[in-house]
């Protein structure tokens, strides 16, 4: 529980500057339980707090956790180049309050995407100590063949690593799909252990992380949600397959 000046509580939500929070309230765009806040000091529990800024409804988060259906064509970085960032896809607060993507993914890659303002869940779910599965189906070039699911199960050394890296479950879907079951997270890895197995990705997509996914979050491409707490406890990790440290 915390109490804090309304001007503060729309900065952290990302309303932009404590200036411009202020000119926000002195304007009357602000209301809470219908009624229109005046004096930018006004106190209030953040804890559930429901309010409107420009009629449009919120509800105060301290962090935020969300599933995005990245569309193809969108970059994760910070600072896109070619296309534009999958940032521009949500409410301008969450790129104030810093909300980033958890991992990348390719620009031409879709599928779930994680993001959040909560650098410690950000770190924790990018460890690659936690072994969080993630599920791809990748069209690819050339049929799939029981050889090259043999093959991504073995393990394929791709250059730059050093040793061959192998899908925890792989199976054939369709012709030219495949859905493989990663859980590292390396640079380009479903594209490059395709092509070190011989074939070739026309099209990829992020269908699971963990347990949670796209199918059961229904988003359209382009379109995001908020992440409750039973979607968060899908994203962590299975206790049966948690590596004891090397020694
Ligand atoms: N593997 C890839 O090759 N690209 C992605 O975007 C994700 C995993």
């Given amino acids: 529980m915390s109490k804090l000046p309304l001007e503060r509580i729309l ?3 990302g309303f932009g500057t ?6 926000l309230i002195d304007g009357g765009e602000v209301a809470i339980a219908g009624e229109t806040v005046s004096g930018h000091r006004a106190v209030f529990e953040t804890s559930g707090l429901e309010f409107t800024v420009f009629d449009e409804a919120w509800v105060y988060r301290e962090h935020v956790y969300i599933a995005l259906h990245k569309p193809a064509n969108f970059e994760c970085s910070r600072k896109p180049s070619h296309h534009p960032g999958v940032l521009s896809l949500l409410p301008e607060q969450f790129t104030w309050r810093d909300v980033q993507p958890v991992g990348r ?6 599928g779930l995407l994680l993001m959040s303002d909560d650098g410690a ?4 779910q990018s460890s690659p100590k936690r072994h969080i599965p993630k599920v791809y189906v990748a069209t690819t070039h050339e049929p799939v063949t029981p050889a090259l699911v043999d093959l991504l199960l073995a393990g ?5 690593e050093p040793a061959p890296l192998a899908a925890l479950t792989c199976r054939q879907i369709a012709t030219h799909q495949l859905e493989i079951v990663l859980e590292q997270g390396k640079y380009h890895q479903v594209k490059r ?7 070739h990705c026309s099209a990829l997509q992020r269908s699971a992380i963990g347990a949670l996914t796209l199918e059961a979050l229904a988003l359209d ?4 949600c908020y992440l409750d707490e039973a979607q ?3 994203l962590m990790p299975d206790p049966e397959r948690v590596r004891p440290p090397a020694t």
């Fill in 105 to 110: 993914l390719d620009h031409d890659t879709t």
């Fill in 121 to 124: 869940f950000i770190h924790a």
């Fill in 193 to 199: 252990m395709l092509a070190a197995a011989g074939n």
């Fill in 11 to 13: 900065q952290s939500q």
């Fill in 156 to 160: 394929v050394q791709l250059h730059d």
């Fill in 232 to 234: 968060l406890a899908l």
């Fill in 221 to 224: 491409a382009g379109t995001w």
């Fill in 18 to 23: 404590r200036k411009a929070c202020r000119q």
